[in-house]
């Protein structure tokens, strides 16, 4: 079997997906003839008919059919490949909505790379709440969100999952016949539902100490001492430290980063959207403090 040409798929989809090789070649911008001659070199590598022609309508074969499938996931992969490698060719515009946990890693030097590679790319940052994200991308206010997976939600790439675990300031045991003390962002927070979701399935009394709209407000509330927060257990700031196990606490579960895009479409969009998957090991890494 000789090697496959882009071209030539991008011609068999487009056939089946326009119903006729005239509607096909309209949509590629190529002659008809190219097309067919296309199919007829596609088949050739393959060494297998692809297509059922006759005078109302073209249909694929069962060969056809098994190779629908691959060839979506080729032609896309290749899309994205020549997005994200584009040499400066890139334009537009891209909103880009980032969960505020991650703004103080290394994103900020990944979008500095990324708008030295693309120039001509104009870069948007909205940060705040995962679901405000959420929110912002479904009413197509954001391109591409970087941010925590929404419960019952699988849209999305995953970059990394991770831990949350109970941290309070250096010392801090809660007392077991008080209700313990949260301190939380406010709805519609993720991170505040899976902890009052953990307290609650283990009959945890608790009370909410303080409420903050930052990642900042949250960790100056814990480290005065006010209550205890969910936190990411990898990243654990100064002034802050994991409450023992000894304390009780019930498990908060696990949290996963996912990033969402304006689909191969935008090829900008696309090109931001890998660029943050393919660093999601340095945007893991404990900052040195």
Same mark, same amino acid.
């Given at each position: 079997?000789?090697?496959?040409?882009?071209?030539?798929?991008?011609?068999?989809?487009?056939?089946?997906?326009?119903?006729?090789?005239?509607?096909?070649?309209?949509? /590629?911008?190529?002659?008809?003839?190219?097309?067919?001659?296309?199919?007829?070199?596609?088949?050739? @590598?393959?060494?297998?008919?692809?297509?059922?022609?006759?005078?109302?309508?073209?249909?694929?074969?069962?060969?056809?059919?098994?190779?629908?499938?691959?060839?979506?996931?080729?032609?896309?992969?290749?899309?994205?490949?020549?997005?994200?490698?584009?040499? %400066?060719?890139?334009?537009?515009?891209?909103?880009?909505?980032?969960?505020?946990?991650?703004?103080?890693? @290394?994103?900020?030097?990944?979008?500095?790379?990324?708008?030295?590679?693309?120039?001509?790319?104009? /870069?948007?940052?909205?940060?705040?709440?995962?679901?405000?994200?959420?929110?912002?991308?479904?009413?197509?206010?954001?391109?591409?969100?970087?941010?925590? !997976?929404?419960?019952?939600?699988?849209?999305?790439? $995953?970059? &990394?999952?991770?831990?949350?675990? &109970?941290?309070?300031?250096?010392?801090?045991?809660?007392?077991?016949?008080?209700?313990?003390?949260?301190?939380?962002?406010?709805?519609?927070?993720?991170?505040?539902?899976?902890?009052?979701? @953990?307290?609650?399935? @283990?009959?945890?009394? &608790? !009370?909410?100490?303080?409420?903050?709209?930052?990642?900042?407000?949250?960790?100056?509330?814990?480290?005065?001492?006010?209550?205890?927060?969910?936190?990411?257990? !990898?990243?654990?700031?100064?002034?802050?430290?994991?409450?023992?196990?000894?304390? %009780? /606490?019930?498990?908060?579960?696990?949290?996963?980063?996912?990033?969402?895009?304006?689909? !191969?479409?935008?090829?900008?969009?696309?090109? $931001?959207?890998?660029?943050?998957?393919?660093?999601?090991?340095? $945007?893991?890494?404990?900052?040195?403090?």
């Amino acid at each position: 079997m000789s090697n496959l040409n882009v071209d030539h798929i991008r011609s068999f989809l487009a056939v089946l997906d326009n119903g006729s090789f005239t509607a096909a070649s309209q949509a /590629l911008g190529l002659r008809q003839s190219t097309v067919s001659g296309h199919i007829a070199r596609l088949e050739r @590598a393959l060494d297998r008919s692809l297509l059922m022609r006759d005078t109302h309508r073209v249909a694929p074969t069962a060969d056809g059919q098994a190779l629908i499938g691959f060839a979506r996931e080729m032609l896309e992969a290749h899309d994205r490949l020549r997005a994200f490698f584009s040499p %400066g060719g890139l334009r537009g515009r891209i909103r880009l909505g980032v969960s505020e946990d991650y703004t103080l890693s @290394a994103l900020a030097q990944v979008l500095a790379r990324f708008a030295e590679r693309h120039p001509s790319v104009d /870069l948007q940052l909205t940060v705040g709440l995962s679901r405000a994200l959420y929110q912002g991308y479904d009413a197509g206010e954001l391109d591409v969100i970087f941010c925590k !997976r929404r419960r019952g939600d699988p849209r999305g790439e $995953l970059a &990394w999952a991770e831990a949350l675990i &109970w941290a309070g300031r250096p010392g801090f045991l809660p007392d077991p016949a008080l209700p313990l003390p949260l301190v939380l962002y406010p709805p519609p927070s993720m991170t505040r539902t899976l902890a009052l979701d @953990a307290l609650e399935a @283990a009959g945890r009394p &608790w !009370r909410i100490a303080c409420t903050s709209g930052s990642l900042m407000g949250v960790r100056a509330a814990v480290e005065a001492g006010l209550g205890i927060a969910p936190h990411s257990a !990898r990243v654990m700031p100064p002034g802050l430290a994991p409450i023992p196990i000894t304390a %009780g /606490l019930p498990p908060i579960g696990d949290v996963a980063f996912v990033v969402l895009g304006a689909g !191969r479409q935008h090829a900008a969009a696309t090109a $931001l959207q890998e660029t943050i998957l393919a660093s999601s090991a340095e $945007l893991q890494a404990v900052p040195e403090v």
